[in-house]
Nanobody
């Protein structure tokens, strides 16, 4: 079992920056992918960025060049650095750990509000 806790959300003006953190506890030995998703009001939950076990990364087109996903294995933490935030980035951001056995663990989410 893996428990995830996100932090770092809040209110930011358009063009500003934030960094989200997701701290994991429990058995993370089978984790293959660490990722961030977001869900805007009335919308589906979408993948924003992913960090694979080989160190490669994936970014949604809408955040390429502005967001950076990184991890600290020693701290069992994954981060999402976000620059040049846009109002359409207002959403609840969720941390996700995916295992080699197709089990998904989710955090409770952290709200980011980007004001115009």
């Amino acid at each position: 079992q893996v428990h995830l806790v996100e932090s770092g959300g809040g209110l930011v003006q358009a063009g500003g920056s934030l960094r989200l953190s997701c701290a994991a506890s429990g058995n993370t030995i089978d984790i293959s992918t660490r990722a961030w998703y977001r869900q805007a009001p009335g919308e589906q939950r979408d993948l924003v960025a992913a960090l694979l076990s080989d160190g490669s990364t994936y970014y949604a087109n809408s955040v390429k060049g502005r967001f950076t996903i990184s991890g600290d294995n020693a701290k069992n933490t994954v981060y999402l650095g976000m620059n040049s935030l846009k109002p359409e980035g207002t959403a609840v951001y969720y941390c996700n750990f995916h295992t080699y056995y197709s089990v998904d663990y989710w955090g409770e989410g952290t709200l980011i509000t980007v004001s115009s």
